[in-house]
C-alpha cells in the first residue's frame, strides 16, 4: 500500500492569514491530482467525535491549542493516511519523488535545531506522511495521550506530551520494530531558523541559502505561531 495522496493542513478558522494562505496555496499548485483537506477547529472536533469518541475528552483536556492540533495531526493520519504539512511551509516542487515505496516518512530538524535542543536527531512533526493505520503513528497518538505532569515551562510541556520531543522519544524506544523511513532535513527542512530570518530579512538570498534552497521540495519557515 502507498501513502495516499491527501495533503491534510489545520487552521483555527476559515480566516487564514495572508501570507500563509500564500504558502498554502503552493502546494495544491504542485499537487493539482492531489485531493487538499483543510481543517478549522470545528471540523477537528467533529472528526474526532465521530471517529475516535473515546479520544475525545483527552483531546478537550489539552491546556494548548497546538496540543490538540498535534494529536489531530496523528489522528487524521491514521484514519486517512497522506501527507501533513503545517500552515507555514512553502512547496516548490511535488514532493511524491520523495515517498516512492513508503509507507510512514517523516524528516529531523535542522542539525543547528539539534545542537540547540541537545538532541542528537530531533524527528519534527510539522511534516507527517503515512498509509492509514501505520504502527508509528499509532504509537505516537497511545503517547501522546499519557498523562504528564505540568511544568512551569509550558513550551517544554508541549514538546514533551505531543511534539518533537515526544515524536523522538518513541522512535527511539520502537525504532527496530518500524517501518519507518527518515527523509534528509535538506528536503524539507533545509534552513534553521535563524537561517530563515536571514531569507526573510536580507534583500538578495545568500548564495550559500541559495544552494540549500535549490535542493529543497519544501521549506519550513519555523513561524512557531503558538509559541507567540
Request: hydrophobic share 40%; with cysteine.
Amino acid at each position: 500500500m502507498e501513502i495516499p495522496k491527501i495533503l491534510h493542513q489545520t487552521w483555527k478558522n476559515e480566516e487564514i492569514p495572508k501570507h500563509l494562505s500564500i504558502m498554502s496555496s503552493t502546494w495544491e499548485e504542485y499537487h493539482p491530482d492531489w485531493q487538499y483537506c483543510f481543517w478549522t477547529d470545528e471540523a477537528c472536533l467533529e472528526f474526532i467525535s465521530e471517529n475516535f469518541p473515546g479520544l475525545l475528552q483527552n483531546y478537550l483536556d489539552f491546556p494548548a491549542n497546538i496540543q490538540r492540533a498535534d494529536l489531530f495531526r496523528y489522528l487524521v493520519l491514521f484514519k486517512f493516511g497522506g501527507v501533513y504539512v503545517d500552515m507555514d511551509f512553502e512547496c516548490f516542487q511535488n514532493l511524491e519523488s520523495l515517498l516512492t515505496g513508503d509507507v510512514c516518512t517523516i524528516s529531523i530538524e535542522p542539525p543547528a535545531h539539534c545542537a540547540m535542543h541537545k538532541i542528537p536527531d530531533l524527528l519534527c512533526n510539522a511534516f507527517l506522511a503515512s498509509i492509514p493505520e501505520h504502527p508509528f503513528i499509532g504509537l505516537l497518538i497511545k503517547e501522546s495521550i499519557k498523562p504528564l505532569k505540568p511544568t512551569p515551562n509550558k513550551i517544554l510541556d508541549v514538546l514533551n506530551s505531543t511534539g518533537p520531543y515526544m515524536v523522538t522519544r518513541v522512535y527511539q524506544q520502537h525504532r527496530d520494530k518500524l517501518e519507518l523511513r527518515i527523509i534528509d532535513p535538506k528536503y524539507v527542512y533545509p534552513l534553521s531558523s535563524e537561517e530563515v530570518d536571514v531569507l526573510l530579512n536580507d534583500e538578495m538570498v545568500p548564495a550559500e541559502l541559495q544552494t540549500k534552497l535549490n535542493e529543497a521540495v519544501a521549506l519550513h519557515y519555523w513561524l512557531n505561531s503558538w509559541v507567540t
